[in-house]
């Protein structure tokens, strides 16, 4: 992230644009964070690049309020950084996530309403076939690194189906994610990176693009048939829309899910007392254990919001233009909301995180699916291998973007 804390900021000794900061370990960050949420309000900061009045917003008060007043905080600008260049949007398309209202609620009405109950039933029923699948794999091969293995590929393969991707073009899309989620520099930046990168969303656009012009003409019952062909107020995906939905779904829904279930695994490693608890009673307490590692994992770090128009939140001026950040990672942590935040506890009820977003219309359209995914496979390796645990910390991506986690490795 290209931006500079403001003295109030830097005083304490925490500069949030400062690629050291994002190099630290996750306890130092973890107090500075701590430290920031200690302050009445929004945190200012001046972004180097534009030279933009900028705010670091770290409390869960601030992060909901911001995600649930959109009319106010704009995602059009773009929520990345750096924002899209024009020509990468009109290239690529929109994305859902840098859209708003009306294109942002007519774009996902007509994917809402691809998701016929017939389509998510045969979803879930993938998930749980691909589970069985991977823990099989592992029993023959026992691979050394779990996300390869297994928290990659489970919603890699689920998503790939459930949008009827043939499987012979299934390995070269998975390398063309890998280019296109791949890090610029320390702090990642964002789902969109410069060469390499875009040249790997292009293929993959182009290839999504063949499929929906066949699927148009040779409907197969998969969510990219139902996405050309659906008819809500007479609106369907064009080719561009489609390929913009195709790239942020397998993206960040891979991405997402599969730095979940390599957290969920080292955590439910580390913490033995909370893993004997899980064990104890799978069926009581594998949902609070899908949402705790949510919480403390916080898998996308913070997306970014432009204000519409000037106004106050928590006492502090916000000025039209301004760009604020939405810290989901710090928000997940706020003593005000959750009880002794900095421990990994599976039975914490309530559990209002904010690991897929704060509310509002960009609330995480995945979310369903990422819950499946996890309660499924945690279910199928806990239940068969009882003793599987990773050997070592996760190798993360030092990112101010995403809660990246390179490898783990393991052993059952």
């Known amino acids: 992230m290209a931006v500079s804390v403001s003295v109030d900021a830097a005083s304490r000794g925490v500069d949030l644009g400062d690629p050291v900061f994002w190099r630290l370990p996750e306890e130092a960050r973890a107090v500075a964070f701590a430290r920031l949420r200690g302050r009445s309000g929004p945190v200012g900061f001046t972004d180097r690049a534009t030279g933009r009045r900028c705010w670091a917003l770290v ?19 773009g ?31 007509v994917v809402g309403r691809a998701f016929a109950p017939r389509l998510l039933a045969e979803v879930e029923r993938d998930i749980r076939e691909t589970a069985v ?7 023959r091969e026992r691979p050394a690194d779990f996300v390869t293995a297994v928290a990659a590929e489970l919603p890699f393969r689920v998503i790939c189906t459930m949008m009827g991707i043939p499987p012979e073009q299934r390995r070269r899309i998975l390398a063309r994610i890998n280019l296109a989620a791949a890090p610029s520099g320390v702090a990642r930046r964002g789902l969109r990176v ?4 875009l040249r ?16 148009r003409r040779r409907p197969t019952g998969d969510l990219i048939s139902a996405l050309v062909t659906a008819d809500v107020d007479g609106r369907r995906l064009n080719s561009r829309e489609l390929g913009a939905f195709f790239s942020l779904l397998l993206v960040a ?13 080292h955590l439910l490693t580390v913490h033995p007392e909370q893993r004997a608890l899980l064990l104890g009673d799978l069926d009581a ?128």
């Open 79 to 109: 929520v990345t950084t750096p924002e899209p260049a024009r020509w990468v949007r009109a290239v690529f398309g929109d994305s859902m996530v840098n859209l708003d209202d009306p294109r942002h609620a007519d774009l996902r009405r």
């Open 200 to 215: 790997a969303l292009a293929a993959m656009q182009l290839t999504v693009a063949a499929l929906g012009r066949e699927r």
């Open 285 to 412: 307490r594998l949902g609070g254990a899908v949402e705790e590692v949510v919480r403390y994992s916080t898998p996308i770090v913070q997306f970014r919001r432009t204000v519409a128009v000037d106004h106050r939140l928590s006492g502090i001026r916000l000025a039209a233009g301004d760009k604020v950040v939405l810290f989901y990672g710090s928000a997940n942590r706020d003593e005000a909301v959750f009880r002794d935040p900095d421990a990994f506890d599976i039975t914490r009820s309530p559990n209002p995180h904010l690991g897929f977003g704060g509310g509002g219309p960009h609330f995480c359209l995945g979310a369903h699916l990422a819950r499946q995914e996890m309660r499924v496979l945690l279910r199928e390796l806990f239940t068969r291998l009882p003793e599987i645990r990773s050997t070592a910390a996760p190798e993360t991506v030092p990112s101010s973007f995403d809660h990246r986690v390179r490898s783990l490795p393991f052993t059952f």
């Open 253 to 265: 829904g891979v991405e997402t899910t599969r730095n979940a279930l390599a957290h969920g695994l």
């Open 133 to 139: 699948e991977l823990v099989d794999r592992l029993e």
């Open 194 to 197: 410069p060469g390499r990168g």
């Open 59 to 77: 409390r869960h008060a601030d992060v909901t309020a911001a995600s649930r007043a959109p009319e106010v905080y704009l995602s059009g600008p």
